[in-house]
Nanobody
């Protein structure tokens, strides 16, 4: 499985960004896809994920501000991020989960700064 992420960048507090992650290759048996993030000096944390059935999970810190969605035809997952805060600054990683293996895309930097 190859994951190609895009959409990171610099945004002011209160602004919005949308991350995209396209999966290709052996995408069969993928159970869920999602986004993690890692800020400097911190552990990587789960931000949001969506199952093949459409069930979603959000970290408490992003509930009500971030929305994860999936375009099945394009094998692409999106993370719409609104009302961004300084503490959302991190490298965001796309993840695809199969029963026996996790796949990771290259990180994309999101910087929230005034």
């Amino acid at each position: 499985v190859q994951l190609q992420a895009s959409g990171g960048g610099l945004v002011q507090p209160g602004g919005s960004l949308t991350l995209s992650c396209a999966a290709s290759g052996s995408i069969f048996s993928i159970n869920n896809m999602g986004w993690y993030r890692q800020a400097p000096g911190k552990l990587r944390e789960l931000v949001a994920k969506i199952s093949t059935g459409g069930s979603t999970f959000y970290a408490d810190s992003v509930k009500g501000r971030f929305t994860i969605s999936k375009d099945h035809a394009k094998n692409t997952v999106y993370l719409q991020m609104n009302s961004l805060k300084l503490e959302d600054t991190a490298v965001y990683y796309c993840n695809a989960g199969k029963p026996a293996h996790d796949y990771w895309g290259p990180g994309t930097q999101v910087t929230v700064s005034s």
